[in-house]
T-cell receptor
């Protein structure tokens, strides 16, 4: 069965809208979750590491004020794309890990900003 | 030099063929390696971990060469359903982060 639940799977909205994406760990408590972004024909790029109970760690070049991450519980992390613009259109994927185990990925969220 | 490099392909092979992909990595201290499979517009799914001694799972064999800093994936008796993008993933030391290669696209033809 699924290990990770990501919602919504598809979002189409107008420029300037803020979009929230949820990532839930179904099988275990995840102190660490990851958020990736994938543009067409490119690889997954890590955006940030979400840490339960503390601030997220962002990769170089990722604006923390634009991509707000909240990891308030051991099973839920949210990514909010604030004031989204067309260049933010992408495939956003979360993953969870149980320390020594390989990461399991959510189904992804396809975001289209008009 | 990129942290993880793969030939993007595509590799077009007939059903039943054997195909191999290589992936090189730059951080010699990396400890964990994986192959993930990604179908078009879907999330990556773990195909197999790569162990130092090499490992096999059915038609799939993964190898690690630390001296030359590359990992490989061999697929025997290719099926149409093997058509996908195969992502090489490296876990640098001291972190749970994953570094993804750009992926190698495989098309198995009838």
């Amino acid at each position: 069965g699924a290990v990770v639940s990501q919602h919504p799977s598809r979002v189409i909205c107008k420029s300037g809208t803020s979009v929230k994406i949820e990532c839930r760990s179904l099988d275990f408590q995840a102190t660490t979750m990851f958020w990736y972004r994938q543009f067409p024909k490119q690889s997954l790029m890590l955006m940030a590491t979400s840490n339960e109970g503390s601030k997220a760690t962002y990769e170089q070049g990722v604006e923390k004020d634009k991509f707000l991450i909240n990891h308030a519980s051991l099973t839920l992390s949210t990514l909010t794309v604030t004031s989204a613009h067309p260049e933010d259109s992408s495939f956003y994927i979360c993953s969870v890990t149980d320390s020594n185990q390989p990461q399991h990925f959510g189904d992804g969220t396809r975001l289209s900003i008009l | 030099r990129k942290e993880v490099e793969q030939d993007p392909g595509p590799f077009n092979v007939p059903e039943g063929a054997t195909v191999a992909f290589n992936c090189t990595y730059s951080n010699s201290a990396s400890q964990s390696f994986f192959w993930y499979r990604q179908d078009c517009r879907k999330e990556p799914k773990l195909l197999m971990s790569v162990y130092s001694s090499g490992n096999e799972d059915g038609r799939f064999t993964a190898q690690l060469n630390r001296a030359s800093q590359y990992i490989s994936l061999l697929i025997r008796d290719s099926k149409l359903s093997d058509s996908a993008t195969y992502l090489c993933v490296v876990n640098p030391p001291g972190t749970y982060k994953y570094i993804f290669g750009t992926g190698t696209r495989l098309k198995v033809l009838a």
